[in-house]
């Protein structure tokens, strides 16, 4: 492999069932043998991306105090602003030179859930910026449905009744996060100096790219491979719960972020299942020895989160 798939969704959106079974097919393959792809044609027009990105610019331009005012070590649900050299995606590696912030599924106050102080389930912080919350809710859920679609496609390929995701997709951890990385390349000669090496927690990341290089996708031989932006194209890729429940089927693949070039924005939207979803890869893979035990998804994310941010070793 020496550069990523690029697949169209059309064929998921069709009501002939045959088509559905060609796209999923294609994404299968991609989950099996690189596990991250490019995918087009996903009804998002670009638009809708763009102003993401006019969001996330608006965002980081505020004061410090302003965004520190929403940090997300006032958050136990994963939600808000990461400052610059907060994160380590590979703590062996050192801290990442990137600024985030962090939207989860947008919750009132007075939702049970949040009420019962139930992992992840909290309320989100925003910028005082008018129009900002309705825009960045809207992208939410525009990749929340693409992704609802795209698993629709692996549950066919991987044998599973095709709404097998539905019910823990329905009020899923997903999380957009805004990030921006600043020109660092002629400061920093670590490889990995923007995101340390790492691989996804979730099931799936749909992931928007401005025009600026730094994302690289290691192969199975080990070598690195550059992911360029691709007008019109989101990167996708599997994390590593969605490894595990397949037993190993599909591959989460460790991706770093090279100290760009110039300053660079990019927007990942993570989409994890339920807090209380059981991942247990007896449910995809029945006739296989189970690699892995079952785990409430809440239990496994926090214990990945855990080790990302010293705050929450804390
Ligand atoms: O910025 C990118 O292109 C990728 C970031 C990433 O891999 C992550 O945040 O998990
Ligand atoms: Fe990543």
Not at 49 to 67: M, V, Y
Not at 96 to 119: C, Q, R, S, W, Y
Request: with cysteine.
């Amino acid at each position: 492999m020496s550069s990523l798939p690029i697949i169209s969704l059309t064929g998921l959106m069709s009501d002939d069932l045959d088509q559905r079974k060609e796209t999923a097919a294609e994404l299968g393959r991609a989950c099996r043998e690189v596990g991250f792809f490019y995918v087009k044609d996903h009804g998002i027009p670009a638009s809708v991306s763009e102003g993401a990105f006019e969001l996330a610019r608006q965002l980081f331009a505020l004061p410090q105090d302003q965004k520190q005012a929403m940090s997300i070590k006032n958050s136990p649900h994963n939600r808000g602003y990461v400052a610059m050299a907060d994160e380590k995606l590979n703590p062996e590696s050192g801290a990442d030179m990137k600024e985030g912030f962090n939207i989860g599924t947008d919750f009132p106050a007075d939702h049970p859930d949040v009420l019962a102080g139930k992992p992840f389930r909290g309320v989100n912080f925003w910028p005082e910026i008018d129009g900002w919350r309705e825009r960045a809710l809207e992208y939410f859920n525009a990749c929340l449905d693409m992704g609802r679609v795209i698993h629709r496609g692996l549950s066919l390929d991987l044998g599973c009744p095709e709404d097998f995701f539905e019910p823990h997709l329905k009020e899923p951890i997903a999380t957009l996060r805004m990030l921006r990385y600043p020109a660092s390349a002629d400061q920093i000669d670590r490889q990995d100096g923007g995101a340390g090496t790492h691989t996804d927690y979730g099931n799936i990341t749909i992931l928007a790219t401005d025009k600026v290089a730094g994302l690289e996708v290691s192969n199975r031989q080990g070598e690195w491979i550059q992911a360029p932006h691709v007008p019109g194209a989101f990167v996708c890729n599997i994390g590593d719960c969605l490894m595990r429940w397949s037993n190993d089927v599909y591959v989460s693949t460790p991706h770093r972020v090279r100290p760009p070039e110039s300053e660079r924005y990019s927007i990942p939207f993570f989409l994890e299942v339920g807090p209380e979803s059981v991942v247990d890869p007896r449910d995809i893979a029945p006739d296989d020895t189970p690699k892995y035990e079952p785990i409430a998804f809440a239990d496994y994310l926090a214990s990945r989160l855990n080790a990302t941010y010293d705050h929450r070793a804390d």
